[in-house]
Structure formats: C-alpha cells, structure tokens
C-alpha cells in the first residue's frame, strides 16, 4: 500500500518552454500533497505544500508564478514549470500523507534538464 | 527553523560490515522518519520513528527525542545498501512539513 507515482521520470525541453509533471497517489487519498526539490549531491528541499481544493502554500523563495500547483483531486496534485531556464533543471519529488497518518510517502521522482 | 545536521557525510564499507548512521536535530519533534534513496533517486521509507526503537532486518533505528538524536544501524551490509540515507522530522508546532537532515551517502564496496 501507500504507493505514490510520478510522470514523467524524465523530461529534457527547451529554455523558455513549460513542462508538467504529475504526482499520483494511487491506493489512498492524499489529502495533502507536498513538492520537493533537490539539486545533486544536495538534500530536498521543501518548495510547497498543497492541500486538495484549496490554493498550494509556497516556501519562502519560491517563485508561485513560476511554479504554479493544482490538487484538484485526493489523488492527483500537478507542478507547472513555467518558461524553464537551465537554473530549474533539478530532480523533483513529491510526496503525499492521508488524514490517517502523517507519514509521508514518496514518488520516484522527476529529472527535468532544461538545455 | 529546525536545523538537522547527520553524520557522517560520506561512508565506505566492505560488504559484511556494520556501520551506525547519526541524526541531530536542533529542536523538539513530532515525527521523525529514515529514508534510503537509491542511486535511481527513489525514497524508500524505513522507519517511523519519533522515540524509541524499531528493527526490520539488518536495519534498526533508535530515537532518544529528550536529547534530540537518532541512529540508524545497518548490520551485515550489502551492495544493495548503497546510497543516500537521510533523515527527516517534523518539528513541533510545524505542522506537517518534513525538513530533511544533510544525508549520508553510503557505499558498500565487495
């Protein structure tokens, strides 16, 4: 159980371009999903929180417009990279808990490269 | 915010051996989690472990929350434990946002 996935696994684009990455959770509701973000060799870090059918809340630094969120299902929560520049390129991870637990668990992970 | 720093930062072992992971964080916590990334960047959940202590195989994990630490022991290593290990807490009063500690990356040699 608690199974999270992620599509893509792997997205290269182009500088200026917009790439979507999806975040499922596909055996429990998710009512909150979070978005991660790790640049190599370095640890997560937190980038927002979204709740279902509520607006995501952002960490300090991160750009809303830029990085735009929609969880509009208990099961699906989406990050938007708007107009990439090679400083995005990174490994996104979500993760997602239920009003039962707080654990979180986690996708596989998407590696975006913006050349 | 909570600062939570592991040690040590990088570690070589030869297949069979033990090693103990450390999790220091600077605040009280409600939750405390262990992961594993492998080298394909996938978390793997541990432990759950916000006091006391948990063994699953060769892995067993301690938190002593009163003086802020957790241990992650790893016995009889294997190639397959390669990789990053972090830990990650869920500070009092923080809600349920996981800040995660600076990692161990590990490596298991034959």
């Known amino acids: 159980g608690a199974v999270v996935s992620q599509h893509p696994s792997r997205v290269i684009c182009k500088s200026g371009t917009s790439v979507k990455i999806e975040c499922r959770s596909l055996?429990?509701?998710?009512?909150?999903m979070f978005w991660y973000r790790q640049f190599p060799k370095q640890s997560l870090m937190l980038m927002a929180t979204?709740?279902?059918?509520?607006?995501?809340?952002?960490e300090q630094g991160v750009e809303k417009d830029k990085f735009l969120i929609n969880h509009a299902s208990l099961t699906l929560s989406t990050l938007t990279v708007t107009s990439a520049h090679p400083e995005d390129s990174s490994f996104y991870i979500c993760?997602?808990?239920?009003?039962?637990?707080?654990?979180?668990?986690f996708g596989p992970g998407t590696r975006l490269t913006v050349l | 915010g909570i600062q939570v720093e592991q040690s040590p930062p990088d570690l070589i072992l030869q297949e069979g051996a033990n090693s103990t992971l450390r999790c220091n964080f600077s605040d009280s916590v409600n939750n405390l989690q262990w992961f594993h990334q492998n080298p394909w960047g996938q978390l793997i959940n541990l432990f759950y472990?916000?006091?006391g202590t948990k063994q699953n195989g060769r892995l067993s994990a301690t938190t002593v929350a009163t003086e802020r630490y957790s241990l992650l022991y790893i016995s009889s290593s294997q190639t397959t434990d390669s990789g990053v290990y972090f830990c990650a807490v869920l500070p009092l009063g923080g809600g349920n946002k996981l800040t995660f500690g600076t990692g161990t990356q590990l490596k298991v040699e034959l």
């Open positions: 055996d429990f509701q998710a009512t909150t």
């Open positions: 472990i916000p006091s």
């Open positions: 993760s997602a808990t239920s009003s039962v637990t707080d654990t979180q668990y």
């Open positions: 979204s709740n279902e059918g509520s607006k995501a809340t952002y």
